[in-house]
């Protein structure tokens, strides 16, 4: 090939290549309007959205502000409210307590003044005093412990010429008193030792004609002492005893009424259940009239008038009833006496006294038939009858059981204690009596817990006192009625005996 042609086809390559160029510039220009139209819709697009999501979501803000602006205003106007009172509510104390304040100032002022003149007073009071000292000791020519002296010294001689003459008075007239006072007592002396003395008993004896009467009294099969013991509700005690058999019971009336009607039927001799039947309804009958015969009889000794027939029918049973071997009926009518007699030597109600000592134990003629001590139970038995007040008291009181409301109460306790306690009145040993108090203490202090234990009123109460730290209330209950529960199982004693347990704390502390 020549350099022509050479440079022809290099010519015509370099002009190739210079188009290919060219059309790849071309192309790739053309491409890149394309994509960055596309892209600027794109751009349009997303910011179309955007500005309508802005749009929206402020158009939301706004209306949530606007919410919360008018929950803001009512909240705001609320408090506003509740300021605006509670600010109304503090000026209305403010000014309650401005107008105390007030008060309180002027009341401090009014004292005050007060204050000063009273002091301004005794200011002036003390200086006149002070004056009056000074004249008088002016007048005196002494001081005031001089004239203190003095009339002590006066005084006291005074005293002693009055005391000297008063003690010779009252030796003279205790001496012509002596007379008459030995006088009664040694009559009231006479008077004790020359009284019966009687056993209480439990049992009567009915006397027999011979031991064959024995088995008459039995009967066949013990058919009739079966229907004696029914019909008369006592026990009849048939042993080797010569001639005469035993009755026993505990209620004196009953024993009164089985010792008539056997003593009937023993003189009498037909001895079966109908003749049993009808002697022991007579024997009841006489026995009811003796009882009421006894209480009239009793009234009209002592002068008391004016009783039920049912509290002179209670007394009359005094006369079957026996205290520790002293019988009650004519205890009952000494204690009447007694008391008539110290009433008017004191002054007080005389027939008040006496009835008060007549009745003191009419509640022993009941008190083996009704739960309680006798005192209380005759002061509500004369209670329904319409008694006198003060008597009632006499009789609930005698033991101390209630408190005391007049002196004829007190008159009657006394005079109750001289009948029972002259020689011979009752069976009762000293020796006995100190025995059966020793154990009611033992019994006592044997309990845990107790400090101390006295026995009062003749062995009818004990008193119990109790360690604080060891025993509180609900065993102090407990305690006073195992007390109770142990004497009722270890002694033996008529009547009953009241329990008291004392529990009490004590402070004591010295100034210095």
Excluded: W
Aim: proline content about 2%; aromatic content about 4%; hydrophobic content about 40%.
């Amino acid at each position: 090939m020549d350099i022509g042609a050479a440079l022809v086809v290099l010519l015509a390559l370099v002009v190739g290549v210079a188009l290919g160029g060219v059309a790849l510039n071309y192309y790739q220009t053309s491409q890149g309007k394309n994509r960055r139209v596309q892209a600027e819709e794109q751009a349009r697009v997303i910011v179309e959205q955007a500005t309508e999501q802005a749009t929206r979501t402020t158009r939301e803000a706004d209306e949530k502000a606007k919410e919360l602006s008018e929950e803001t205003d009512k909240n705001l106007t609320r408090r506003r409210r509740e300021m605006d009172k509670e600010d109304e509510r503090l000026r209305s104390r403010r000014e309650d307590l401005d107008k105390r304040l007030e008060k309180l100032e002027l009341r401090e002022q009014n004292l005050n003044k007060r204050q000063s003149r009273m002091d301004k007073q005794q200011n002036e009071l003390a200086k006149l005093e002070e004056e009056r000292t000074a004249e008088l000791q002016k007048i005196a020519q002494m001081t005031q412990e001089e004239a203190r002296t003095e009339l002590l010294t006066v005084v006291e001689i005074d005293s002693r010429n009055d005391m000297a003459r008063i003690i010779r008075q009252v030796e003279a007239e205790a001496r012509e008193e002596a007379d008459n006072r030995a006088r009664d007592v040694i009559s009231l002396a006479v008077q004790r030792l020359a009284s019966d003395h009687v056993s209480e008993i439990s049992v009567s004896v009915v006397p027999l004609p011979s031991d064959e009467m024995k088995g008459r009294i039995i009967g066949r099969n013990g058919r009739n002492i079966r229907a004696f013991e029914l019909a008369a509700g006592v026990d009849v005690v048939v042993d080797d005893t010569p001639e005469a058999v035993t009755i026993s019971s505990f209620d004196p009336i009953r024993r009164e009424v089985a010792k008539r009607a056997l003593a009937k039927l023993v003189v009498d001799g037909r001895i079966h259940p109908a003749r049993i039947e009808k002697l022991i309804e007579d024997a009841k009958e006489e026995v009811e009239q003796s009882i009421r015969e006894e209480g009239e009889r009793a009234a009209y000794e002592t002068g008391v008038h004016g009783l039920h027939p049912e509290v002179l029918k209670l007394l009359g049973r005094l006369k079957y009833r026996y205290s520790y071997g002293q019988n009650q009926h004519a205890h009952s009518i000494e204690t009447a006496h007694v008391a008539g007699m110290i009433a008017a030597e004191l002054g007080a109600d005389v027939n008040l006294a006496k009835a008060g000592g007549l009745l003191h134990d009419i509640g022993k003629a009941i008190d083996h038939e009704v739960e309680g001590t006798h005192a209380i139970l005759g002061a509500e038995f004369i209670k329904r009858y319409g008694v006198n007040a003060k008597i009632i008291n006499c009789v609930a009181s005698h033991h101390h059981e209630v408190e005391q409301e007049c002196v004829e109460a007190y008159i009657v306790e006394a005079a109750d204690a001289i009948s029972g306690a002259r020689p011979g009145a009752r069976r009762e040993s000293l020796e006995s009596y100190i025995k059966r108090v020793k154990t009611l203490e033992d019994i006592a202090t044997s309990f845990d817990g107790v400090e101390q234990s006295y026995a009062l009123q003749a062995g009818r109460e004990v008193r119990i006192i109790v360690r604080p730290d060891v025993i509180d209330d609900l065993a102090s209950l407990r305690l006073a009625r195992d007390i109770a529960k142990k004497i009722e199982e270890t002694m033996q004693y008529p009547g009953q005996i009241k329990v008291q347990v004392i529990r009490e704390t004590r402070a004591i502390d010295y100034a210095k």
